[in-house]
T-cell receptor, first 109, second 114 residues
Framework: QKEVEQDPGPLSVPEGAIVSLNCTYSNSAFQYFMWYRQYSRKGPELLMYTYSSGNKEDGRFTAQVDKSSKYISLFIRDSQPSDSATYLCAMSRVNDMRFGAGTRLTVKP | GAGVSQSPSNKVTEKGKDVELRCDPISGHTALYWYRQSLGQGLEFLIYFQGNSAPDKSGLPSDRFSAERTGGSVSTLTIQRTQQEDSAVYLC????????????FGPGTRLLVL
């Protein structure tokens, strides 16, 4: 079993839809949880960063962490074609960071 | 300030040749990471530098891969006797510490071994 599991998709939604992206993990020692967005032929860029369980909102994006279930989610409201990218979850503890495989999202106009 | 930069952005080489990939981290970042990303795959950890400590080389796939970090700043990833399976995007990231803080990525070097 991989330490971080993420459905690679691809996921295709119409513009304006709510998108839900998820990852599960197995190591309860992870303390920091991140979502990166990677456009085609670019490096990953940090989108959301959370430390504790609960929700964190930033504009149209909400990151949710449930440490008891070892489950993290990223919600995108009112999705736009410009949101089309690969989304990678990541989690870390001191000296150890792990990434999911990434979910490829396409938002169709 | 400037982000993480990598060069070259693209590299095409012939099987058996050596290649060098360069990473210039964000100024002041003590931690530097190299990853490999193959088509449709996640990020594969290669090597990690933290300050002046010995690097964590646990992710290097073979002894053909090596990396240096000079003066705690610029890093070079070297692949000797390249193979076709080495074709991938090589990403560099840096962070201010190694205490779980987020990593900032460069644009990557796309390596194609013919």
């Amino acid at each position: 079993q991989k330490e971080v599991e993420q459905d690679p998709g691809p996921l295709s939604v119409p513009e304006g839809a709510i998108v839900s992206l998820n990852c599960t993990y197995s190591n309860s020692a992870f303390q920091y949880f991140m979502w990166y967005r990677q456009y085609s032929r670019k490096g990953p860029e940090l989108l959301m960063y959370t430390y504790s369980s609960g929700n964190k909102e930033d504009g149209r994006f909400t990151a949710q962490v449930d440490k008891s279930s070892k489950y993290i989610s990223l919600f995108i409201r009112d999705s736009q074609p410009s949101d089309s990218a690969t989304y990678l979850c990541a989690m870390s503890r001191v000296n150890d960071m792990r990434f999911g495989a990434g979910t490829r999202l396409t938002v169709k106009p | 300030g400037a982000g993480v930069s990598q060069s070259p952005s693209n590299k095409v080489t012939e099987k058996g040749k050596d290649v060098e990939l360069r990473c210039d981290p964000i100024s002041g970042h003590t931690a530097l990471y190299w990853y490999r990303q193959s088509l449709g795959q996640g990020l594969e950890f290669l090597i990690y530098f933290q300050g002046n400590s010995a690097p964590d080389k646990s992710g290097l796939p073979s002894d053909r891969f090596s990396a240096e970090r000079t003066g705690g700043s610029v890093s070079t990833l070297t692949i000797q006797r390249t193979q076709q399976e080495d074709s991938a995007v090589y990403l560099c990231a840096s962070s201010s510490t190694s205490g779980g803080e987020t990593q900032y990525f460069g644009p990557g070097t796309r390596l194609l071994v013919l």
